[in-house]
């Protein structure tokens, strides 16, 4: 099992979510491997989703295409800011009630029917509503606007 699956992972990653490593030389190595919009988008990232995408990244060192789907996964986040403490609360949800919260998220996934992710999104009015959507589609997001970059 990975260890962003289980609830001993999803508390390390919470753990470090309060206090984000982001070292300089590891942010320039991994900008080496992003073309110009990449990198604007990559930058455009919080700094605690930099540090997740590049410890992702580094796990995947031995190969170039999947060490940069690693550091732009979660630029779909970019589309909606999310409320405060709403990571905080999906993550605990994720540890405490995964079943209710993939109710919810197939739920939600009904809703909105077909369609991009993007266009899913439009469809939907309330921010937790959205919110939910952006974090739980987020790797979809990110597909969409590096599609449109020319990724």
Not at 17 to 43: D, K
Not at 54 to 66: K, Q, Y
Not at 93 to 113: F, S
Request: aromatic share 6%.
């Amino acid at each position: 099992m990975l260890a962003g699956r289980s609830w001993l992972g999803k508390a390390r990653v919470f753990f470090f979510s309060l206090s984000p490593r982001l070292r300089s030389e590891s942010e320039r190595v991994a900008l080496a491997h992003l073309t110009l919009a990449e990198s604007s988008l990559f930058a455009s990232m919080s700094r605690y989703d930099r540090a997740h995408s590049l410890l992702v990244a580094r796990l995947l060192a031995g190969d170039v295409g999947l060490v940069k789907a690693a550091l732009l996964h979660d630029t779909g986040k970019l589309r909606l800011e999310l409320p405060p403490g709403f990571r905080t609360g999906y993550t605990v949800a994720e540890i405490l009630t995964p079943r209710r919260l993939n109710r919810a998220e197939r739920k939600l996934a009904d809703k909105v029917g077909e369609g991009t992710s993007g266009e899913r999104l439009a469809l939907l009015q309330g921010r937790i509503q959205r919110a939910l959507f952006v974090q739980s589609r987020h790797g979809e997001l990110a597909a969409e606007m590096l599609q449109e970059l020319g990724c």
